[in-house]
């Protein structure tokens, strides 16, 4: 199961006073590197303890039949997922990390969001890739969302006679 979630804000925000950074949505089609950052706050391995401080990993993006392949007999991995993860067991997402961010560098220098920290079968455990939220399946409802906030902002502007 995959869970998406919008916030709206109740007021604005500035990336210097509240020491944020925005970043992209992706693209319905758009084919993703092959490489991507995963940051979280969650253990730093499988027994370990909490990270002290954010981390961050590269993470090679797989074509789903990696996930597939390994997931099969457990969990459905469906075109909602996106797989990614170092097959070598080095480097991976663990326990605290789901709902962060895996976010791709695109050819412009801009960041996008591609997906969001899901699920694996440990903590980058050999030959197991992670599972994360393909966020560009969710583009056409995301949009929607946005959409209809923003219609609704504007209608709010009018009064009734």
Known sequence: MNVVALMKLSRSV?????????ICLPGVNKPLPRVCIATGWGHT????SLASRLMEARIPVHDNKACQAKYSGSV?????HL????????TGTCVGDSGGPLQCSEKDGRWSLAGITSFGSGCAKLGYPDVYTRLS???PWIENKINNSRLTNELSNFSTV
Do not use: V, W
């Not at 500035?14 to 925005?22: G, I, N, S, V, Y």
């Not at 459905?76 to 909602?80: E, F, H, L, Q, S």
């Open 76 to 80: 459905p991995i469906r075109a909602n």
């Open 83 to 90: 797989c990614a993860g170092h097959l070598d067991g080095s």
């Open 45 to 48: 391995k499988t027994r370990g």
């Open 14 to 22: 500035t990336t210097k006073e509240d020491h944020l950074q925005a």
């Open 137 to 139: 399946f969710y583009m």
